[in-house]
């Protein structure tokens, strides 16, 4: 991003025209002569000792880096990924969900272009719209434990990642097995083709492709240490949690030199411990030790929340303890509730044990930039009424390619009903009618050459692609060296 948007930012268009209008604005102060290179010194490094001192929480390699367009905030659409970055935004925070804090949602970037989505929970994906990640975009999904929130938006994703450009690869969802096979994740896949089959006929009117089909990864959830996805420099392994029954998961994500924990959900174990030790960000759920007080807040009966926190959850003093055992550059926690009632008690209650860099994984929107320097969180400004991305496609053949729907409205319903629809003449003004559209165009796949495709359309849905060519050229350069 240029300077003059940064600024514009900051400043507000408003201030900007204000000022714009404002006498002498434009006039530049005259030429004086230029004050010795000690007191530019004394005045522009004044108070920083040599290069810099240590600034009471900040940790070493715990500040903004350069390339970031607001120390404070992360506007979506503004920063690619770095080559060497990995970078997590907090999706969906809070297992209580109401409109500043949607199911819990974890999403990692690579700077290599993959991207993995670690929990779906209920409304999670309306914030993943607001971060600009088309939908299409999301083809790995990595679920801890098929509680609804941490994977009600699933069948959206599925839906509707389908119906806008969905249509070139399957959707990858990853999950433990249960102690039976009706608690597995293939399980509830099957439950979920079944729950959306109206919704999956109507929608295949539309191109679709490979977009309705799914390959479930359920793992053997005994399997600690297992390496359920390893692919493009990518290892994922898992390890069970105690969440009250069989089947819950925690993930450890390894590339690059760079680690992600994200536990799900469970009681505080030696497994994290050993699993996670030495991540560069270690994420676990909390919940705060002030059920009488949240009860008024929340309307959970103190009792309803003990007994809930005390066979299911990790409470915030025993996150602190194995955070201090797992000994990450970053510690987070998310499910969890964000308010300011809390925030200085979570803190306190954490602080118990973990001395080092902790910030928390919550409200929804809080993004994480990590490389092997540096690590930095920000608040991420997710917009009410976002301009969602258009979906993205890999042009490397030089085609789009459109499939041919699987079906038509003719075949899907009953003539009568499309009889009874009123007359467009009727409605459209003199000199307003568009040219309906409705039979699908064209009797086969529809391929265009990237070249004849409107300038626009070939920027926007081929910017991931272009971006992740150009870091895989950077990463393959480093590789050769
Ligand atoms: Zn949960
Ligand atoms: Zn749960």
């Known amino acids: 991003m240029t300077n003059y948007r940064r600024w514009a930012f ?68 503004t920063e690619e990924v770095q080559p060497n970055e990995m970078r997590v935004t907090f999706m969906g925070t809070s297992p209580m969900i109401r409109p500043g804090q949607m199911n819990t949602s974890i999403y990692v970037e690579l700077g290599n272009g993959d991207n993995f989505v670690f929990d779906l929970g209920e409304g999670a994906i309306a914030n993943y719209i607001a971060a600009r990640v088309a939908l299409n975009e999301l083809k790995r999904v990595f679920l801890t434990h098929l509680h609804v929130d941490h994977f009600g938006s699933l069948p959206y994703l599925w839906m509707f990642g389908t119906w806008n450009g969905g249509w070139h690869e399957r959707l990858r969802i990853f999950g433990p097995s249960g102690r039976t096979p009706e608690y597995g994740t293939a399980k509830m896949v099957e439950g979920m083709k079944m729950m959306t089959g109206w919704h999956q006929d ?55 030199g760079l680690c992600f924990v994200w536990t799900g959900d469970g009681r505080p174990s030696a497994l994290d411990a050993k699993y996670a030790k030495g ?140 009889d009874q629809e009123i007359d467009p003449d009727l409605y459209y003004p003199e000199g307003f009618k568009p040219d309906l559209l409705q039979d699908w165009p064209v009797d086969s796949d529809l391929v265009v050459p990237v070249e004849a495709l409107p300038d626009n359309l070939k920027e926007s849905m081929g910017a991931a692609w272009r971006h992740r060519e150009a870091n895989r050229k950077i990463l393959e350069e480093q590789g050769d060296n």
Not at 32 to 38: A, D, F, P, V, W
């Open 10 to 77: 900051t400043v507000g268009l408003s201030t900007l025209l204000l000022l714009a209008s404002s006498p002498g604005f434009a006039q530049a102060p005259p030429v004086q002569k230029l004050s010795s290179e000690e007191d530019i010194r004394a005045a522009l490094f004044g108070g920083v000792p040599g290069d810099r001192w240590k600034e009471g929480l900040l940790f070493e390699g715990i500040r903004p880096s350069p390339w970031m367009n607001s120390a404070a905030n992360w506007f979506p659409g």
């Open 202 to 256: 109507a929608f295949s009117v539309f191109p679709v492709g490979k977009g309705w089909d799914i390959e479930v990864n359920e793992f053997d959830f005994r399997d600690d240490g297992g390496v359920v996805y390893e692919e493009n420099g990518v290892k994922v392994t898992h390890w069970r949690r105690s969440h009250a029954k069989d089947g819950a998961s925690a993930y450890r994500l390894d590339w690059n």
């Open 279 to 418: 991540c560069d960000l270690y994420v676990t759920e909390l919940q705060q030790e002030l059920v009488e007080i949240s009860s008024g807040v929340q309307g959970v009966p103190p009792f309803l929340a003990r007994y809930t926190i005390d066979t299911h959850h990790t409470p915030a003093y025993a996150a602190g303890y194995v955070a201090n055992q797992v000994q990450p550059r970053m510690f987070m926690t998310t499910h969890m509730s964000f308010d300011p009632y809390l925030a200085e008690e979570t803190v306190a209650e954490v602080r118990e044990f973990w001395k080092g860099p902790y910030h928390f994984g919550a409200p929804d929107g809080i993004v994480v930039n990590i490389t092997k320097e540096q690590i930095w969180v920000r608040e991420g400004i997710l917009p009410d009424f976002p301009n969602a991305r258009s979906p993205q496609f890999d042009f490397t053949n030089g085609q789009l390619i459109v499939p041919y729907p699987p079906t038509s409205r003719q075949e899907i319903q009953e003539q009568y009903v499309r």
